[in-house]
């Protein structure tokens, strides 16, 4: 998602959503958000991830688990907070959904968390 008159290029911050098949249909939530973890450390060790509130939905799916990740080496990702949250479609596959806002500030997180957050309870 970009605001209206901008680009991916000029837009602060960014909100990008990815979604990923989950086949294992006993690993929580909470595990898939572990190793995902992990796993991005692995890839960036100099970087903190810090565990934040979730946020409840207003639908009846499970709350967002959410994640402050501070990544001073990459400019444009230097700070982003992320969201991993569950899905399934008609055929009962399951999803996570793995919401991301993404600047180069804090400050940029901080004046988008309202819009960000309302959009994650929506969801």
Do not use: C
């Not at 960014?14 to 939530?29: F, S």
């Not at 595990?31 to 903190?48: C, S, V």
């Not at 946020?55 to 992320?82: C, D, Y």
């Not at 949250?85 to 991301?100: A, E, I, P, R, T």
Request: hydrophobic residues 45%; proline residues 6%.
């Amino acid at each position: 998602m970009v605001p209206k008159g901008q680009s991916f290029a000029s837009a602060e911050p960014l909100i990008y959503v990815e979604v990923i098949y989950q086949p294992d249909k006993q690993q929580t939530l909470a595990d898939f958000a572990r190793l995902n973890n992990a796993r991005w450390l692995a890839g960036n060790p100099r970087a903190k991830i810090t565990e934040l509130p979730v946020v409840e939905r207003l639908s009846s799916k499970p709350a967002f688990l959410r994640f402050a990740f501070e990544n001073p080496s990459k400019a444009q990702q230097a700070f982003e907070i992320g969201a991993l949250g569950v899905d399934s479609d008609k055929d009962g596959n399951d999803f996570v959904l793995d919401v991301v806002m993404s600047a180069n500030s804090k400050a940029a997180l901080d004046r988008a968390d309202a819009a960000y957050t309302a959009f994650l309870k929506a969801h």
